[in-house]
């Protein structure tokens, strides 16, 4: 058996496909929607993601403001763009792009929390939290969204995610225990003593570790849903946290690439897209 993909290239063609028309809409009403980035130094990773993130923005029509900052960038500097995009009027929306090598709980916490479409702003993680609405993290909940479009049940689902960073793990474990999810979620990290055996009971896994094949067909329950979101580089080339043999044994397999990476900025556009309207409503 091959476990079928869970396809988040092809998803985020569907979902910039329905954004452009709510652009277009938007335009009608004289709003055009902007998204500003934020990069600090030379990561070729970083440089690649936010480039792709400006790409998406000019296919469906959102305006790029990009402030790409040398690796020589102080703390101050990087506080001074971000203060410039938190009061530019154009900007609907930015990003600080991570990791920026300087202290980003003060950055983040310095955005706006009404354009933060990163949804990582301690106020609105406090949303999560309290289950108010508010911009959501793009991984995560585009993990849910890759879930959800390919009909892969969530309520009543066992999940087990692995890692409990804040880009991923712990927030998605916030996500997915909300009434609307309704999932059971154990999250599992470096300090799990039994791994596999957690793994072993769940119907949906959740790989965002950062370590290379560390989910192995063994582990996994024969039908489930493994979602590869930890990226490494090894030897300059993409590799997940799942094993490739994963795939004879699961039902769902997100490959990476191409599976979680455009999801996050499928969500990216769709926070812009979901500020942008509700100041068309105010
Ligand atoms: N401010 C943020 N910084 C970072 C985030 C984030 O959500 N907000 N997450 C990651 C990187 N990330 C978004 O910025 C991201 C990761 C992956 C992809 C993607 O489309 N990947 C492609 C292939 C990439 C490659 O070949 O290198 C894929 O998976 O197919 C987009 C965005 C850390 N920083």
Not at 12 to 18: D, G, N
Not at 134 to 146: A, D
Not at 188 to 193: I, N, V, Y
Not at 227 to 249: E, Q
Request: charge should be negative; aromatic fraction near 2%.
């Amino acid at each position: 058996m091959t476990a079928q993909t869970l396809d988040g290239a092809a998803t985020l063609e569907t979902i910039k496909a329905e954004l452009a028309q709510r652009v277009a809409a938007l335009k009608d009403q004289g709003i055009t929607p902007g998204l500003g980035t934020v990069l600090v130094g030379d990561d070729p990773g970083s440089h690649w993601y936010v480039g792709a993130k400006h790409k998406d923005c000019a296919e469906i029509g959102i305006t790029s403001i990009r402030r790409d900052l040398p690796a020589t960038a102080t703390q101050a500097e990087a506080e001074a763009v971000i203060d410039e995009l938190n009061a530019d009027s154009a900007c609907t929306g930015f990003i600080v792009q991570q990791p920026t090598g300087l202290d980003e709980f003060a950055l983040l916490s310095r955005v706006d929390p009404d354009k933060d479409v990163d949804g990582l702003h301690p106020t609105n993680l406090g949303k999560l939290v309290l289950g108010e609405s508010g911009p959501l993290p793009c991984t995560p909940v585009g993990s849910i969204e890759l879930l959800r479009r390919h009909g892969v049940e969530i309520a009543g689902a066992e999940v087990v995610v692995v890692g409990r960073g804040i880009t991923v793990g712990r927030p998605l474990g916030l996500l997915l225990t909300r009434r609307s999810e309704n999932a059971t979620v154990t999250l599992c990290h470096t300090g799990t003593r039994d791994l596999a055996s957690h793994v072993r009971q769940a119907d949906v896994v959740v790989a965002a570790a950062g370590v290379p094949g560390i989910i192995t067909a063994d582990m996994v329950k024969p039908g489930a849903a493994v979602l590869d979101v930890g990226v490494s580089r090894v030897d300059g080339k993409v590799t997940g946290d799942v094993a490739p043999d994963v795939w004879d044994v699961a039902g769902w397999v997100s490959p990476n690439p191409k599976g979680v990476g455009p999801m996050t900025r499928a969500m990216l556009l769709t926070n812009i897209v979901e500020i942008a309207e509700k100041s068309a409503r105010a």
